[in-house]
T-cell receptor
Framework: AAGVIQSPRHLIKEKRETATLKCYPI?????VYWYQQGPGQDPQFLIS???????DKGSIPDRFSAQQFSDYHSELNMSSLELGDSALYFC??????????????FGPGTRLTVT | GEDVEQSLFLSVREGDSSVINCTYT??????LYWYKQEPGAGLQLLTY?????DMKQDQRLTVLLNKKDKHLSLRIADTQTGDSAIYFC??????????FGAGTTVTVRA
């Protein structure tokens, strides 16, 4: 079965640079979530989109922005990168229709390293 | 997450049962989840339970929910070396977002 796809899988950036992370949800899923997992920590919710509209916002820095496009893929844009932004960034997707509205499936993550 | 607590480590012998415990604070949570994370990998959804249930069984996995005490547990029967991983419990609240516990590192020894 198709899973959530994230690209790139690894990214190395320098301080103050920008980064763009991409997420392709499971086909027919209408909701995308972004989470940040620091080293040795649990995933923290950043932001979510439902039908291309922002549906919820968590602890996302103002330097970050995200959007969901007409094909339901999502991009997380990160500017003025800081060392503390080094983390594993997960995208998850779900469907709010029918019985699929319970499960939230995660992608493999993008490991961002800021030097 | 600050609202979900788990013990950090569990060591179990191969073939024994593992029990991972979790407590949560949001009584309005509708669903509670267990995810598995192997080193360097993503989060794999293992199972979930609806808040009006008290037990759910899925092959080697048994989830128990005590809603009164806000206590959730995951039992893995006949634990195998491939079960070594970090296990996260998570509660769903608000607009479908998940709040995770700190994760329990399960080590299976021969």
């Amino acid at each position: 079965a198709a899973g959530v796809i994230q690209s790139p899988r690894h990214l190395i950036k320098e301080k103050r640079e920008t980064a763009t992370l991409k997420c392709y949800p499971i086909p027919r899923h209408d909701t995308v979530y972004w989470y940040q997992q620091g080293p040795g920590q649990d995933p923290q919710f950043l932001i979510s989109f439902y039908e291309k509209m922002q549906s919820d916002k968590g602890s996302i820095p103002d330097r970050f922005s995200a959007q969901q496009f007409s094909d339901y893929h999502s991009e997380l844009n990160m500017s003025s990168l800081e060392l503390g932004d080094s983390a594993l960034y997960f995208c998850a997707s779900s469907s709010r229709k029918g019985s699929g509205r319970v499960e939230q499936y995660f992608g493999p993550g993008t490991r961002l390293t800021v030097t | 997450g600050e609202d979900v607590e788990q013990s950090l480590f569990l060591s179990v012998r191969e073939g024994d049962s593992s029990v991972i415990n979790c407590t949560y604070t949001d009584s309005s949570s509708t669903y509670l989840y267990w995810y598995k994370q192997e080193p360097g990998a993503g989060l794999q959804l293992l199972t979930y339970i609806f808040s009006n249930m008290d037990m759910k069984q899925d092959q080697r996995l048994t989830v128990l929910l005590n809603k009164k005490d806000k206590h959730l547990s995951l039992r893995i029967a006949d634990t195998q070396t491939g079960d070594s991983a970090i296990y996260f419990c998570a509660e769903r609240f608000g607009d479908y977002k998940l709040s995770f516990g700190a994760g329990t590192t399960v080590t299976v020894r021969a």
